[in-house]
Nanobody, 118 residues
């Protein structure tokens, strides 16, 4: 079993910053990718940023230059630093972790609400 625990969401004013964290634990052989997705009300879930192990990082065009994804492989943790937040960034943010080996699968966090409003 693999568990993902997210933290760091909340309410922030436009132009502000937040940092999301997602820690993976349990029976993990190897992580091949970690990333963040978001879903706004009435919209489909969309990719925000994804960091494959040893590969190139991908960002949604809407967040390039404002958001930064990073990983601490020793802690199996992925972060999303969000700067210059806009109201349109309001959504539930989900971390996603791809794992190979005995617990192979695509795992999702429970989601954390990010609200950007004055």
């Amino acid at each position: 079993q693999v568990q993902l625990v997210e933290s760091g969401g909340g309410l922030v004013q436009p132009g502000g910053s937040l940092r999301l964290s997602c820690a993976a634990s349990g029976s993990i052989f190897m992580i091949y990718a970690m990333g963040w997705y978001r879903q706004a009300p009435g919209k489909q879930r969309e990719l925000v940023a994804r960091m494959p192990t040893g590969g190139n990082t991908n960002y949604a065009d809407s967040v390039k230059g404002r958001f930064t994804i990073s990983r601490d492989n020793a802690k199996n943790t992925v972060y999303l630093q969000m700067n210059s937040l806009k109201p349109e960034d309001t959504a539930v943010y989900y971390c996603n972790v791809g794992i190979t080996g005995w617990s192979a699968g695509d795992y999702w966090g429970q989601g954390t609400q990010v609200t950007v409003s004055s």
